[in-house]
C-alpha cells in the first residue's frame, strides 16, 4: 500500500523538496500553463516511497522579450473563424471584429467590441459598429469562451448603439457637417444595477493613428437589457469644449470605494493619458467630475480643463486599460507604441507611469493594436495576468495571451 503523501499541488518546487524530505524525488519537467514555471502542476506517488513531480516549464512557443516576464504565451483566438467561439459568431454574423475591452458584472464578464464585419476581413460584408459578448469564464488557461453573443430578434449581433457608417472623407474634418464613419465603445463599468459604455463618434480615419473624434458619449443599461441601451444625455465630452475625452476608459480603484476612475486621451495613437474621478452617486453628474491637475490635485472638470494639462503619459497612448497588479504592487496600464504592445507602470495612480515592459511586437503577435486587461483577468494576484489582444488586417480578430511576470 502507497502511504498518502503531503500535497504539494501547485507548490514551488523548492518548497514541494521540502515537505517532501522524507521521500524520494523524481522530477519531470513539462511545457504547461497548468501552474506557474517550477511549480508542480500534478504528481504521483511510487513503491517504495518514492513521489513523481511533474514541474510546469513555460508553454511550447512561448517567449519573452524583457527580464521582467517569465514568458508570454499566446493561448488562441477569441474571435475569428479559428476561434473556440466561432460557431457562436457566425451564426450571428460576426466574422471579423477588433478590440474586446472586458467589464465586469459581478457574476459573469462582457466584453466589447468595436467595428464588425460577417466576412473574414474587415470590410467584408455586413458591417456593425460594435456588439457585446457575455461569458461565465472563470479560468483563462484554456481560452476565453462566450455564453452568449447580445443579438436582435433575427439573432444577428446588435450593437449598442449603430453609427452612421457615412464615406470616410478628408471633408468630414468639417465638426459642422456632423458625420460619423463608426462609434466604437472605448470603456465600461458596471455600477448601481446599469452597464455603462462609453463610445467615441469617429467622424473621420485619417492617416494610421490620427483619427477625429466628434465626442464621446456614454449610454447604459440594465444588466440583463443589453438589448436596449439609452443615452446618457449628461455624459457627453466634446471635442470642441476640450478634445483629451475622446476615448475614455472607466475603472475601479481598489485603494478607494467612494469613486469610479477614468483615463482618456484623445481620438487616435499619438495624444497623452489624462485622468478623471467622480464619485459613484454622482456618477451621472458631469458637473461633479473631478480632473487630476497634479499629484494628488484634482479640480471640478470645468474648472480643471481651464488649467495647464497634467498628465500620466506623454506621447503616443494608444488603447488604454488599465489595472493595479497585486503582485507587482504597482498600477499596470498597457500602451501600442508603434508595433510595441507595452505595459506601464507605476506606484501611485497620480503619478507618472514611468516604468515600461516590453510585452511583444509584430513578430510575435502579428499587427496588433490594442491589449486590454481587467484583475478578474488574473491569477496569483497578478503574477498571471491574461489580455486580450486586438489584431489588424488580413487577420481582424482577437487573441488571447497570458503573461507570467518574474
Known sequence: MITPVPNVLYNSLEEAKKRLYEYEIEIKYVK?????????????????????????????????????????????????????????????????TDLGIPVDLNDSMIYLYGDTFSGIDCNDGLWNSNFIARSNTKSYLNGLKFNEIITDENGIIKPIRQGKH??????????????????????????????????????????????????????????????????VDSLNFEEIEDNRFGQIFPFE???????????????GRVGNLSLLRVKKEQFENK????????????????????????????????EPSIMYNKYLHKWMLTNIDGNQLNIHLCDELTSSFDEKIKVLTHNEVVSHYGGFIHPKMSLYDGKKIFMQVSQWSPIYNTSLIEIEFK
Open 253 to 267: 480603484n481598489p485603494f478607494d470605494d467612494k469613486h469610479i476612475y477614468f483615463v482618456s486621451i484623445p481620438g
Open 287 to 318: 458637473n461633479e467630475y473631478e480632473l487630476c491637475v497634479g499629484k494628488n490635485k484634482w479640480a471640478k472638470f470645468n474648472e480643471g480643463i481651464k488649467l495647464k494639462p497634467y498628465y500620466l503619459l506623454i506621447g503616443n497612448v494608444s
Open 166 to 231: 457615412h464615406r470616410n472623407d478628408e471633408k468630414n474634418l468639417d465638426i459642422s457637417l456632423n458625420k460619423e464613419v463608426s462609434c466604437i465603445p472605448t470603456g465600461g463599468i458596471y455600477l448601481n444595477g446599469y452597464v455603462y459604455i462609453f463610445i467615441m463618434s469617429v467622424r473621420y480615419w485619417g492617416e494610421a493613428g490620427k483619427w477625429h473624434v466628434t465626442n464621446n458619449q456614454c449610454y447604459k443599461a440594465k444588466k440583463d437589457d443589453l438589448e436596449h441601451f439609452v443615452k
Open 32 to 96: 504547461t500553463n497548468k501552474a506557474l514555471v517550477n511549480h508542480v502542476f500534478s504528481y504521483e506517488t511510487k513503491e517504495p516511497n518514492v513521489v513523481v513531480l511533474y514541474v510546469a516549464l513555460p508553454p511550447e512557443g512561448s517567449f519573452s522579450l524583457d527580464d521582467k516576464i517569465e514568458y508570454v504565451h499566446n493561448i488562441g483566438f477569441v474571435t475569428g473563424r479559428d476561434s473556440i467561439n466561432c460557431n457562436l459568431l457566425v451564426n450571428a454574423k460576426a466574422g471579423a
